[in-house]
């Protein structure tokens, strides 16, 4: 009973929100491990359980029951509060995220901004684990991850003001009731590109997945964390690979709306958006199936030289036609 | 030493032709050093041309979009504006209602004090002022 927040006989919509994020992320390490076993004509995890479903629970079981260690040098504090950050914030910004027409946990009006105030902290947790670790593996890594997740945020925010500018709302089902009329992918489909590979960036997957390049810095900023620690590093992992699926689907591919506005209920609604969100996620493993990783340089090139001054282009682009059509939303 | 190289490389020129390491007539072909690959999928000005249609359609449905909602917001404020004049008849309704109950009441409460009068103004003034407290039902 005292598991649940407001002390209620039934778990609060807050409490089913966060079991069930946790509950899709355990399920996200299987399904990657899958996509990519089949793409390189492998089996994949298939012993535990019916078809390897319960995989994931077993992988977690194992971290939990194992030791935490903890180096002797490490600042024992920050080193063991930064995971506890990190999984918070992951999971904090699920508050604003619609799962059907009025089923947000908290339908505030500036969704988006709160959002991205979240995500732009989610950098501390990262920067205070490899520093608190007293290790070089994990400070290279963690200083690269900063970097890599502060530039790359510049490009991810340009995107969202010019979809905030066109649909003229910072709230996340204003912006999705918007798109009865037309998913955003379609107007704006060369942004698009670069907003998948923003998010790519933006949550340390391949091919930008340089503060974990196994080859040189075995596992970036938690090279040191083992046990609960770590999994928590996991689940955060995942669970913003999770959030930026839907935040895609959100932006670009009508939420929860079905194709031609079709008629549904809240139950399919929330399908649906899983279904998209799976499409995105299912693109995440692909990249990293497919592509291998680029250099540091490469990576800050692609952001500053490239991405950014598209982005701009694309701002200025698209207000100069709300403009000059005198269609600004009122 | 010198003079001896000299000598025979005097003798050397005179024995055979000036001759030059020079490519054969008409040159030698083009050494080919990139690979061999088809060219897949369609070319950049097609997809150039793809995109960019696509994203024209885009853009005209997204006007015809913002068009239809700013018609609807139009709708609301209009309608909310046509609306108040009801509204208001039916709070003056409501509080005369309660005027009149919150009279009676005063009445009933305050009938063994001797020149009271109900409903006297607490203001020195004959203007209209309206109640700003009301009395509602216990539950």
Redesign the interface.
């Known amino acids: 009973m005292a598991l649940w927040s407001k002390g209620d006989k039934e778990p609060s919509l807050e409490d089913q929100g966060v079991g069930g994020r946790v509950g899709s992320i355990a399920f996200m390490t299987l399904a990657e491990r899958k996509v990519m076993a089949s793409m390189q004509r492998r089996i994949g995890p298939n012993v535990v359980g019916f078809y390897g479903i319960l995989q994931p629970f077993a992988d977690g079981l194992k971290l939990l029951l194992k030791e935490a260690v903890i180096p002797s040098h490490a600042n024992k504090v920050i080193f063991l509060i930064s995971p506890f950050i990190t999984l918070s914030l992951a999971l904090m910004g699920w508050a604003v995220i619609p799962f059907a027409k009025g089923t947000a946990l908290a339908d505030i009006s500036l969704g988006v901004l709160f959002l991205m105030a979240i995500s732009s902290l989610g950098v501390y947790g990262v920067l205070l684990a490899g520093w608190s670790a007293n290790s070089k593996y994990a400070f290279l890594g963690s200083l690269r991850s900063s970097a890599q997740l502060v530039s790359y945020e510049l490009p991810l925010a340009m995107v969202i003001l010019i979809i905030v500018s066109i649909t003229g709302s910072l709230s996340f089902l204003q912006i999705v009731e918007f798109q009865q009329g037309v998913w955003l992918i379609i107007p704006l489909l060369p942004l698009s590109l670069v907003w998948f590979i923003v998010i790519l960036a933006e949550t340390n997957r391949a091919p930008f997945d340089l503060p974990e390049a196994e080859q040189e810095l075995v596992a970036g900023f938690m090279v040191e964390h083992s046990a609960l620690p770590f999994a928590f590093f996991y689940l955060a992992e995942y669970g913003s690979i999770l959030l930026m699926s839907t935040l895609t689907t959100l932006l670009f591919l009508g939420g929860y709306l079905l194709p031609f506005g079709l008629p549904s209920t809240p139950l399919l609604e929330s399908l649906i958006l899983g279904l998209k969100s799976s499409a995105i996620f299912f693109f995440f493993v692909w990249v990293r199936a497919t592509l291998p990783r680029v250099r540091f340089d490469q990576l800050m090139v692609i952001c500053w030289t490239t991405l950014l001054p598209i982005g701009f282009a694309f701002f200025i682009f698209t207000l100069s036609i709300l403009v000059a059509f005198e269609i600004t939303p009122s | 030493m010198l003079l001896y190289f000299n000598s025979y490389n005097k003798f050397m020129m005179a024995s055979t032709p000036k001759t030059q390491d020079l490519p054969r007539p008409g040159g030698f072909p083009s050494i080919q050093y990139k690979r061999n690959l088809p060219r897949r999928g369609p070319s950049g000005l097609t997809l150039l041309t793809g ?1 960019t249609a ?2 024209a ?3 005209y ?10 018609e609807l ?1 139009r709708e609301k404020n209009w309608s909310r504006i046509h609306l108040i004049p009801m509204l208001q008849a039916e709070f003056d309704r409501d509080t005369y209602r309660r005027t009149q109950a919150s009279l009676q009441r005063e009445a009933e409460i305050m009938k063994d004090v001797p020149d009271w009068k109900v409903g006297e103004s607490v203001y020195n003034s004959k203007r209209y002022v309206p109640p700003s407290v009301f009395v509602l039902p216990e539950k």
Do not use: A, N
């Not at chain 2, 449905?61 to 700013?70: D, K, N, V, Y």
């Open positions: 995109i696509i994203s359609l885009g853009f449905w997204m006007t015809q979009t913002i068009l239809e909602s700013r917001k």
